[in-house]
């Protein structure tokens, strides 16, 4: 046994421990069961790999992402620790060589996902390891009230029954006391320890602006800010245009999401790391497990599901405890696209039924039959068989995989992408060639805008109704001229893998199921229901964000957007603000924006003192939309 501390000193630098780190590690050496809720760069890797690394044997650690059981690897690796991932597309003999290695090999840690910890193979060699300890990571995806639930970590809970002697630690940074109370129960821990460190993050100033143009917010926040940064946005094609807009406004930035080779990958997070850029524009899965202690700035640029993935992710700021922003950009259209982006694709029971019925018809499978029988499903001609809307269908597929009645494959989750490279003048010679494709190259134009700029999303079903031809006919085309250097063309065939894992039982089948399916909807509405409350609070933005977690604080942090409208003396002085407005406009006329940079007050005090001055005649606008004295 070596003493945890040393082991801390050695492989991380630290002379103590934060929190309740030590607290957590005793009890993993003492075999105790533990529940660790510990905010977003609370040090909860090391409450798990300090313990593995004092104890002879291996950490067997479940978690969810790949992107993060990797980074997570390479950590160690580079600590010179050894460890291994068990993750997707890794062949067969490869997995049994790599599991061996866990065995015969002095590996200290193996990292595998819960899809991994269901295959009985996986199961047999755990069985055989000297497992000292197992550690499930983001372990709220148990719990279908947290809000990433992900039924396959159910299996996790087997890990007691096959290593009956051996303690497990669950560890979150976002969980309410009922998702606490089903880790629990649902990991069957016997007497554990709970600790909930505190989640107030003192250092983070929150803020939210309302803003109708929100590039001139991004725009105005980055004149202001040098700090390493990270914008959140919800779609791969806002990363590159975003980035492309601070880029072009004197801001340096990259972009990064899943559709990235994984190369590219590596070497734009290192540009972002190494400080090489500023600003990293991301979809919401960048972050996870990358410790980079000195991003001052985190933009949320769209609203996101819930308070605890808008926490997690706000929380990736100021981990070096120096002063740092979280701010979320919004405005009324984005109440409306996140209700229709999050809440209208839910299928309720009926419509999940009216797609599992139709599915095996349209395969003819007879009541009682199907199991263990697959089949090649074109979607989009389901879809259109049956006149499904294809989003809600998409996601009744996805739930019918989730609970276990099919299974689908990966490939059914990617869409084709085009991206013309060549120039409009280079495009009009060919069709001058190439006449009988100009049709459905002009379609593509006309349906797709910025396709000339962006790798974007195309639907073959749809291109070939609007042109009257087959997806054949399309898919062909684009061969063409992919082959002929006019685009950049990732081909996805709208047929998809699909296997009945059950026999047929129609409504049978889904009421095992129905309740629970009910219940997630109505999580997944009272989330955002809570996102955009606070969105429009009047209180405090951290005493909001803490009562959710279930957690009390007396004082108001004093430096949010709230507290500085409402406790800040100065702000409620109309008369100075007025005084100060005059005093610029006399010198030339100015828009609202210009009057907001320059004073320091808040925006809403400002708007309130203009909108005064022009109610009682003070101010008036002129013709280029400019604030002047009457």
Not at 24 to 52: D, E, F, H, R
Not at 561 to 573: A, F, P, S, T, Y
Not at 582 to 601: E, G, H, M
Request: hydrophobic share 40%; aromatic share 10%; glycine share 4%.
């Amino acid at each position: 046994m070596h003493a945890p501390i040393e082991i801390l000193e050695q492989h991380w630098g630290f002379s103590s421990f934060k929190g309740s780190q030590e607290k957590i590690i005793n009890a993993i050496i003492n075999k105790q069961y533990v529940l660790a809720l510990m905010p977003t760069g609370g040090g909860k890797s090391i409450c798990y790999q300090v313990p593995a690394l004092a104890q002879d044997g291996i950490c067997i650690v479940v978690s969810p992402l790949i992107a993060l059981i990797h980074n997570q690897v390479d950590n160690l690796k580079n600590k010179g620790i050894k460890a291994v991932a068990l993750t997707g597309g890794i062949p067969f003999n490869e997995v049994i060589d790599l599991l061996d290695n866990c065995m015969f090999g002095n590996y200290k840690f193996l990292y595998l996902s819960p899809e991994r910890l269901q295959q009985d193979i996986v199961q047999e060699r755990i069985q055989k390891m000297k497992v000292s300890l197992i550690a499930i990571d983001e372990a709220h995806c148990i719990s279908q009230w947290g809000h990433d639930f992900r039924p396959a970590y159910l299996a996790c809970a087997n890990l007691k029954e096959v290593l009956p002697n051996t303690p497990i630690i669950a560890l979150t940074a976002t969980a309410t006391q009922q998702v606490a109370t089903d880790i629990v129960t649902l990991l069957n821990f016997n007497k554990p320890l709970i600790v909930k460190d505190s989640f107030v993050r003192k250092n983070i100033v929150f803020k939210i602006f309302k803003e109708e143009d929100k590039r001139y917010r991004l725009k105005q926040l980055f004149q202001s800010n040098n700090q390493s940064a990270i914008v959140y946005v919800r779609t791969r094609r806002l990363t590159q245009e975003v980035a492309q807009f601070l880029n072009a406004n004197r801001t340096s930035a990259t972009f990064y999401h899943g559709g990235i080779p994984k190369k590219e990958k590596k070497a734009k997070l290192n540009l972002w790391l190494e400080n090489k850029v500023q600003v990293m524009v991301a979809t919401n899965a960048f972050g996870m497990g990358i410790d980079k202690p000195d991003v001052g700035l985190v933009v949320h640029y769209q609203i996101p599901d819930c308070i605890e993935n808008y926490y997690q992710e706000a929380g990736r700021a100021g981990r070096n405890g120096e002063a740092a922003q979280a701010v979320l950009i919004t405005n009324t259209n984005d109440v409306h696209l996140a209700k229709e982006q999050f809440l209208s694709v839910l299928p309720d029971t009926q419509f999940l039924k009216r797609v599992y019925n139709k599915l095996n018809n349209y395969f003819q499978i007879a009541y009682g039959e199907g199991e263990q029988t697959t089949f090649q499903l074109n979607f989009n001609q389901f879809c259109s068989t049956y006149s499904l809307n294809p989003l809600l269908s998409f996601n009744s597929l996805q739930i019918l995989d989730q609970n276990s009645v099919i299974a689908l494959s990966e490939s059914f989750y990617k869409k084709s992408t085009v991206q013309f490279i060549s120039t409009k003048s280079q495009l009009f010679d060919y069709f001058e060639k190439n006449q009988t494709i100009a049709p459905l190259v002009q379609t593509i134009l006309r349906t797709y805008g910025g396709i000339f700029d962006f790798e974007t999303k195309i639907d073959i079903s749809l291109l070939a109704k609007k042109t009257s031809t087959s997806e054949h006919g399309v898919t062909r085309v684009l061969d063409q001229l992919k082959k002929d250097g006019l685009i950049e063309y990732v081909a996805q065939h709208s047929d998809l893998e699909i296997t009945f894992l059950v026999p047929r039982e129609d409504e049978i089948t889904i009421n095992a199921f129905a309740k629970k399916v009910k219940e997630r909807q109505q999580i997944k509405v009272y989330n955002l229901e809570q996102m955009l409350q606070y969105i429009e609070t009047d209180i405090c933005r951290s005493r909001q964000l803490l009562r959710y977690f279930e957690e009390t604080v007396k004082e108001d942090c004093g430096v949010c957007d709230i507290c500085i409208l409402n406790n800040k003396g100065i702000e409620k002085d109309t008369p100075a603000i007025t005084s100060e407005i005059l005093v610029l406009l006399k010198a030339q006329p100015c828009t609202s924006r210009q009057l907001i940079a320059t004073l320091n007050y808040s925006q809403n005090a400002t708007l309130e003192a203009i909108q005064e001055m022009l109610e009682e005649g003070i101010l008036k606008i002129n013709s280029k939309n400019q604030y002047e004295i009457e």
